[in-house]
């Protein structure tokens, strides 16, 4: 989609520290993280948020949550333990409108948040 920070992201347009890339999923590491690990994974397919993928393709829905849970192990935290978040609409805070699962991790996490 053309506009979309995340499509150019995918695509190599723009840079980003990328930790996993494969056909169907780019994952990168926020620009503003708010944790030691702070990952972001996205399907290159555009979908505005998780309720558009999800309805879309289920097959791309759970290749992103098995990245995600894949860069978790990858950045070694998955035994401590961390969370997935997506963001989705004005409310939840959604600021860029292509599905995206933050992966965020590596000290204790405050719940619930604000
Ligand atoms: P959300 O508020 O859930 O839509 O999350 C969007 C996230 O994208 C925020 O955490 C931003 O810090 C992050 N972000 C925005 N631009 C970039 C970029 N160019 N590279 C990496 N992360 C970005």
Same mark, same amino acid.
Request: glycine fraction near 8%; aromatic fraction near 4%.
């Given at each position: 989609?053309?506009?979309?920070?995340?499509?150019?992201?995918?695509?190599?347009?723009?840079? @980003?520290?990328?930790?996993? +890339?494969? %056909?169907?999923?780019?994952?990168? $590491?926020? *620009?503003?993280?708010? !944790?030691? #690990?702070?990952?972001?994974?996205?399907?290159?397919?555009?979908?505005?948020? @998780?309720?558009?993928?999800? +309805?879309? %393709?289920?097959?791309?829905?759970? $290749?992103? *949550?098995?990245?995600? !849970?894949? #860069?978790?192990?990858?950045?070694?935290?998955?035994?401590?333990?961390?969370?997935?978040?997506?963001?989705?609409?004005? %409310?939840?805070?959604?600021?860029?409108?292509?599905?995206?699962?933050?992966?965020?991790?590596?000290?204790?996490?405050?719940?619930?948040?604000?």
């Amino acid at each position: 989609m053309s506009d979309c920070l995340f499509c150019a992201i995918a695509a190599g347009d723009i840079p @980003a520290d990328v930790v996993h +890339a494969d %056909d169907d999923v780019v994952a990168f $590491r926020d *620009l503003n993280p708010q !944790a030691p #690990v702070h990952v972001l994974v996205i399907p290159r397919a555009h979908y505005a948020n @998780a309720g558009e993928l999800a +309805a879309a %393709d289920e097959h791309l829905t759970a $290749r992103v *949550l098995a990245a995600a !849970a894949s #860069v978790a192990r990858q950045e070694g935290i998955s035994d401590a333990g961390y969370r997935l978040v997506a963001n989705t609409g004005d %409310d939840a805070g959604q600021s860029v409108h292509h599905v995206h699962v933050h992966v965020l991790g590596g000290r204790s996490l405050t719940w619930p948040p604000g």
